[in-house]
């Protein structure tokens, strides 16, 4: 059983940076692929990003392409949503994800065996 904390959600002006932070704990950190997902209110849980279990592969949603940046650090079981340039419409809950499918970086929920209680970004205009 993997269990993940998010943190390092907040508020943020317009064009502002912050830095995500997943730490996973109770599994072997480095078989699983990472993901990070959102879900604004109203709305339905989205694919933000993705990182295969050696960094060599990402996947990030096209909404986030050239604005945010996912890393991991296997030593420390923790993985990152690094979030420059954030607009309103980054607004949401940021969830953590696992998928024990090393081999994929999935954009699909449903692949995805773990997930974080979530930690809010909120963006201001």
């Known amino acids: 059983q993997v269990q993940l904390v998010e943190s390092g959600g907040g508020l943020v002006q317009t064009g502002g940076s912050l830095r995500l932070s997943c730490a996973a704990s109770?599994?072997?950190?480095?078989?699983?692929?990472m993901g990070w997902f959102r879900q604004a209110p109203g709305k339905e849980r989205e694919f933000v990003a993705a990182?295969?279990?050696?960094?060599?592969?990402?996947n990030l949603a096209d909404s986030v392409k050239g604005r945010f940046t996912i890393s991991r650090d296997n030593a420390k079981n923790t993985v990152y949503l690094q979030m420059n340039s954030l607009k309103p419409e980054d607004t949401a809950v940021y969830y953590c994800?696992?998928?024990?499918?090393?081999?994929?970086?999935?954009?699909?929920?449903?692949?995805?065996?773990?997930w974080g209680q979530g930690t809010q970004v909120t963006v201001s205009s």
């Open positions: 994800a696992a998928d024990h499918s090393y081999t994929r970086t999935s954009d699909d929920s449903s692949d995805y065996d773990y």
């Open positions: 109770g599994g072997t950190f480095s078989s699983y692929t």
């Open positions: 990182v295969s279990w050696s960094r060599s592969r990402t």
